[in-house]
């Protein structure tokens, strides 16, 4: 019967040991930070003049959809952090609706850290130019890397905003193909373009 009595107490020590040691978050190398990622356009055109108020379009272009092929935010160490990939969902960006206010991608989960560049690429799927006419771009884009001159601090305690911007140049269908000429993107603080 002591045996029992002996074992039964030691069965409930051990089990409330893990409560009176408690963890230490500080030491985790699993913590996390989110990162929410906007994709946006500037009108680089030089072919259109200046924008009147209102405007709806981007260098001649009524919609110009992307999806990311992939995403890689680098560290101001050097350390590189692909948070879009092959096997990621596609979502569908308007660069021309997305003009003035850059459009939510996705938030990611990353490493805390310092970080002032991204490199990636796009697949343009259409086009719609001045005509109304919508044409399938079947275009590929590698942008960067590109480095902010704006470093990003994220850590733990919440959310940070970057902008990736494509400068949109110019764009046609022409045969019911289309045609694209992206600029080299931009990077920076959510907000700030």
């Known amino acids: ?5 002996i074992l039964l107490g030691l069965a409930v020590l051990l089990a409330m040991a893990p409560i009176g040691c ?7 190398d699993d913590d996390e930070a989110v990162v929410d990622v906007y994709a946006g356009s500037s009108d680089a055109s030089t072919d259109f003049g200046p924008k009147e108020a209102g405007a709806t379009d981007v260098a001649g272009l009524q919609a110009l959809n992307i999806t990311f092929d992939e995403l890689v935010l680098r560290q101001t160490d050097g350390t590189n952090v692909t948070v879009i990939d092959a096997d990621s969902t596609d979502r569908v960006v308007d660069l021309v609706a997305a ?7 996705a938030s990611f989960n990353v490493p805390p850290g310092d970080y002032n560049g991204i490199q990636g690429s796009i697949d343009i799927i259409d086009m719609t130019d001045a005509e109304g006419e919508t044409c399938p771009v079947s275009e590929d884009i590698t942008f960067g890397p590109i480095i902010s ?5 994220v850590d733990d305690s919440g959310s940070i905003g970057v902008d990736v911007i494509f400068p949109v140049i110019s764009g046609d269908c022409e045969n019911g193909v289309g045609t694209v000429n992206i600029g080299e993107a931009e990077v920076g603080p959510h907000g700030v373009f």
């Open 22 to 28: 408690g963890s230490d978050d500080d030491n985790n």
């Open 1 to 5: 019967m002591a045996k029992k009595v």
């Open 149 to 153: 001159p704006q470093t990003i601090t």
């Open 99 to 105: 003009l003035d206010s850059p459009t939510y991608l």
